[in-house]
């Protein structure tokens, strides 16, 4: 029995270990493209899109439910150029996530229409038909959706909200520039950055006994520490920083 038992022990360190790991390299990898444009645009030849159209994602129905087809880059150009569109729009396109295998997956909205918007929007019915699926409300579709694409979707549709609401800069009134990535937008005139809103969700003292854990980085001064705080980015799942000063 003990022995059955320490198998299954090992087992389930053994997965455990292997899915941080994963976590860890997907977050290192995406970090990476929202920083470096020359990956990015690297990753976007062999990556994903998923499209919308203001705002409402594009969705095929099977079996009782919706499935968010996906497309290459190719695809995409090919698209854009039956209707008549540049390749460039592809610029409006925002990062959301990526496999285990390091494909990288991007959100595009060909429907939002702005003056400062690269091309004038797509007609949604002609995109309808021609992509063989329905740009549906994603709060109508939500529950119809696997979870994976449920999170994705929810993640792009706030990013491409974002971008479409954060257009100019609130102190100079000119207008900003994203990266390739889509995760800040930059005032040429000023230089300031924006970044997506980030939520504080939870702030909590792990504790055992008299004992408690605490965190600090590199820039605290001596004998600064804090208890740990949960944040979520856009569409993001919680994820640990330091928080609530404290000095010993």
Known sequence: MSLYCGIACRRKFFWCYRLLSTYVTK??????????????????????FYLFHSLAPLLQTSAHQYLA?????LEL?????????????????????????QEAWFALDLGLDSSFSISASLHKPEMETELKGS????????????????????????LLRWHDAHQFCSRSG???K???????????SNNIIY???MAPVVITLVSDGTRCLLARQSSFPKGMYSALAGFCDIGEEDRVSPCCLGQS
Do not use: M, W
């Open 77 to 101: 150009e090919r698209l854009l150029g039956k209707f008549g569109q540049d390749a460039q729009r592809i610029e409006d396109s925002v990062l959301i996530g990526c496999s285990e295998q």
């Open 174 to 176: 000119q207008p900003t």
């Open 27 to 48: 977050t290192r990898y995406l970090f990476e493209l929202k920083e470096d444009d020359d990956a990015c645009k690297k990753a976007q030849q062999t990556g994903a």
């Open 135 to 158: 740009f549906i409300e994603l709060r109508k579709a939500l529950f119809q959706l696997n979870a994976r694409d449920a999170s994705l979707l929810s993640t792009a549709q706030a």
């Open 195 to 197: 970044y997506p809103q």
């Open 69 to 73: 087809p996906r497309h290459s880059l």
């Open 178 to 188: 994203k990266n390739v990535a889509g995760s800040k937008r930059v005032c040429p």
